[in-house]
């Protein structure tokens, strides 16, 4: 089964409430924002802008948003970030978090590209991703545990490097009258550098304004948990 179909189920139960990266993204709210890879809705439903957009490809998470941003002037679009044409821009496009390390170099440019030309003359974009350091072969990453009427959910990963990219093994289980049901699903992720984002920007005509290492908006290390870019049209 596809990563997203089977993340579709948990993501809300996990991370719908979660609004650490929402600081960011507001210090740069404008009226027009659009977000790709919008998933369930959790950044437009927080950010509640004057009118929204948010691009999926996924059916069940796009299903997920609909009921999550029912009443919000939001569009939902499925359409593939990789090349897409919605006729109008943004003051804000968000690609957030790891969305752009689910591609390789030449996709990534592509979404960037796409995201360009739908970007006003004074608008940004923000992408936010994992800092490649981060991940370790073979260690087991918990993700999240919780309790809700009485039963358990738990999510954690395994990553194993593949040639050029990690392949992350996903497992989630439920506990409930205390049998574990276990479903596993599999993502494909690209380390990228800050040197990497830099050149991909360039060739898609965009200038990196900030930097950011964390949601607290700190100074950029290699050692920061986040590579959080905002970018402009080139001058």
């Known amino acids: ?18 609004t650490k990266d929402i600081p960011i ?10 977000e790709l890879f919008t998933g369930t809705g959790r950044i437009l439903y927080y950010l509640n802008p004057e009118y929204g957009a948010g691009l999926d490809i996924n059916d069940r998470m796009l299903s997920k948003a609909k009921e999550n941003l029912k009443g919000r002037n939001v569009q939902l679009i499925k359409a593939d970030a990789r090349n897409f044409d919605l006729g109008e821009e943004f003051c804000l496009i968000i690609i957030g978090i790891n969305s752009l390390l689910m591609f390789p170099k030449d996709e990534r440019i592509a979404i960037l590209k796409s995201s360009a030309k739908h970007l006003s003359s004074d608008g940004i974009i923000i992408v936010d991703l994992l800092n490649p350091y981060l991940m370790v072969e073979g260690i087991v990453h918990h993700g999240d545990t919780i309790e809700k009427d ?13 040639n050029d990219h990690w392949n ?5 289980d439920t506990v409930i009258h205390n049998i574990v049901h ?12 800050l040197e990497d984002l830099e050149k991909e920007a360039k060739e898609a005509e965009l ?18 948990d986040r590579i959080i870019a905002v970018m402009m049209r080139a001058l």
Do not use: Q
């Open 207 to 224: 200038e990196i304004l900030e930097v950011y290492g964390d949601y607290d908006m700190s100074e950029f290390k290699e050692e920061s």
């Open 150 to 162: 009485g039963n358990y959910y738990s999510r954690f990963f395994v990553p194993r490097w593949e």
């Open 168 to 172: 992350i093994l996903y497992f989630y």
């Open 25 to 34: 993204y507001r210090k740069y709210l404008c009226p027009k924002v659009l």
């Open 182 to 193: 276990r479903k596993y699903a599999s993502l494909k992720i690209y380390p990228v550098y």
């Open 1 to 18: 089964m596809k990563f997203y179909d089977v993340e579709s189920d948990f993501y809300d139960l996990f991370y719908f409430s979660s």
